[in-house]
């Protein structure tokens, strides 16, 4: 499947991902019998230079339905914290779950 992993001791959470999922899926599949997983990621910018990361989360999306019950988020620590709209678009609405940290 993936030329890289020929030859080689694969990591044991793809080795677990491919056994637990299957390798073809039909394509008359609809898409509300899938499950995604949605990933973000917010930044200051966009030059790897000057900007940094933020934040990530990760929403599933099941039967075509974000599962707003099961995301995760975590924000990352900064060395510098950075002062503007981007950060401040990042802190915690009401009723959400608690961030952790990344370092």
């Known amino acids: 499947m993936w030329g890289w992993f020929k030859n080689r001791d694969e ?25 995604f997983v949605s990933l973000d990621a917010e930044t200051t910018g966009l030059n790897i230079t000057t900007d940094c990361l933020l934040s990530i989360a990760v929403v ?16 990352v620590q900064q060395i510098a914290s950075p002062n503007n709209d981007a950060v401040k678009s990042t802190e915690s609405l009401p ?5 952790e940290f990344l370092k």
Do not use: C, M
Request: hydrophobic letters at 30%; charged letters at 35%; zero cysteines.
């Open 11 to 35: 990591p044991e959470f793809v080795r677990a991902y491919r056994e637990n999922t299957s390798r073809k899926i039909g394509r008359k599949t609809p898409v509300t019998d899938l499950e």
């Open 60 to 75: 599933p999306i099941v039967a075509g339905k974000l599962d707003i019950e099961s995301r995760h988020t975590w924000l």
């Open 95 to 99: 009723g959400s779950p608690p961030k």
